[in-house]
């Protein structure tokens, strides 16, 4: 498989310098943009085009931290990271949370699509708009958990160097992230059906 790491001649490490990488992307994409090199022959182009999307495909796994993470553990270990189907303990609550307070937004939703007068659907635009501000609410709170994952993979990164030499630390070291990876997967997929929730609900 393609290092995106070493595309931008970067070290393998969980955590990069996002503007840092942006600017290396757009210094080495530069020369095989596409607006580049449309005069050059059907070869080059399809040289340049490939080098591009490579470049491209690269930049945006590196700049996410989950998919940066995934990158990363795969290089290592040869294989890709299982998903973990089963919510972890101490996330039971909140997954509960977010599945109690999607229901109901749905359940919402359904019965305002079958309301065809607009004065009673002015009429219960205020009981959308609390249940938008909870949705809105319980995404706040978990963005707040994934600044904590967040903060422990720049934790985990400062030892990263450190557990080069030490074959346990570096063991320990990737199951941690490899948690955090899981962890994040998690946070990603509530913040995507509460904010569905919240998109469908604005209309």
Partial sequence: MTDYFALFNEPRRPWLDVEALKQKFFSRSATVHPDRVHQANEA????????????????NCLREPRDRLRHLLELES????????????HLA?????????????DVFHAE??????????AQRFPEGQELTDRLMDLQKAIAG???LVLTQIKSLDDRWNQSSRDATARSDLLRDLEAAYRLLGFFLRWQGQL????????F
Wanted: proline share 3%.
């Fill in 44 to 59: 080059e182009r399809n040289a340049a085009d490939q080098r591009y999307k490579e470049l491209n495909a690269a930049f």
């Fill in 78 to 89: 040869g294989a890709k990271p299982a998903d973990l189907q089963e919510v972890p303990a």
């Fill in 93 to 105: 609550e909140v997954c509960m949370a977010v599945g109690r307070l999607c229901r109901e937004a």
């Fill in 112 to 121: 305002q699509q079958k309301i065809t007068s607009a004065l009673l659907r």
């Fill in 145 to 147: 958990q994934q600044e």
């Fill in 195 to 202: 904010q569905e929730r919240v998109v469908r609900l604005a």
